[in-house]
Structure formats: structure tokens, C-alpha cells
């Protein structure tokens, strides 16, 4: 499976951005999800969206982040709103969930820069 990410940028504190990724397979059958990883910090889960639209989200986005996704479209999104500087990162997204915020599938990531 591929995945490929749009959507990242450089944004003001406070700002919104709608990250996008599109999958080479069909998505309704798995769970997805979004993780990031900030300069010198290990990767960590975002957001997950399961196949009946359930999602759970790190303490740190809930209010202000909000995972979707377009099965007719084989996409993700992750929608982000209120954004601070700690969330500066690369977004990378995932299919096929393990558990404990693990996939085993992942894109190559879109830099996201708040400042």
C-alpha cells in the first residue's frame, strides 16, 4: 500500500491546515491514522479512525484536531485547528493499525511548521 500526503505548510499560531492523504489501495476495510514526529522527539500517534468512523485521539489534539476520512476516495484527512508551535512536525499517515498507535503501512510524511 502507498500513501502519499499533501497539505503540510508553514502557518502563523493559531492557524488551521487540512492535511490530505491518498492511499493506492482501497481504505474502507482498514483502520487509519496520523502520527508526527517533531525534530529530535521520537514519533508519536495523532489521531486514529477505525472502519465504523470511531476515533481516538492523543491527549494533546482532542478539541482541536479532527481525523476523517473518503473511502470513495481512498483518503485521510486530519484537520487541525488551534495550532501552536508544539505541534510543529513532520504528519505522517498509516493504515492497517496494530495497536498502540503501530501501522504497518506509512507515508512519506508532510512537514508541518507553526511559527
Known amino acids: 500500500v502507498q500513501l502519499v500526503e499533501s497539505g503540510g505548510g508553514v502557518v502563523q499560531p493559531g492557524g488551521s491546515l487540512t492535511l490530505s492523504c491518498v492511499a493506492s489501495e482501497y481504505t474502507r476495510e482498514y483502520c487509519m491514522g496520523w502520527s508526527r514526529q517533531a525534530p529530535g522527539k521520537e514519533r508519536e500517534g495523532v489521531a486514529v479512525l477505525n472502519t465504523i468512523n470511531n476515533a481516538v485521539y492523543q491527549d494533546s489534539v482532542k478539541g482541536r484536531f479532527t481525523i476523517s476520512r473518503d473511502n470513495a476516495k481512498n483518503s485521510l484527512y486530519l484537520e487541525s485547528n488551534s495550532l501552536q508551535p508544539e505541534d510543529t512536525a513532520i504528519y505522517y499517515c498509516?493504515?492497517?493499525?496494530?495497536?498502540?498507535?503501530?501501522?504497518?503501512?506509512w507515508g512519506q510524511g508532510t512537514q508541518v511548521t507553526v511559527s
Open positions: 498509516a493504515i492497517v493499525c496494530l495497536g498502540n498507535w503501530r501501522f504497518k503501512y
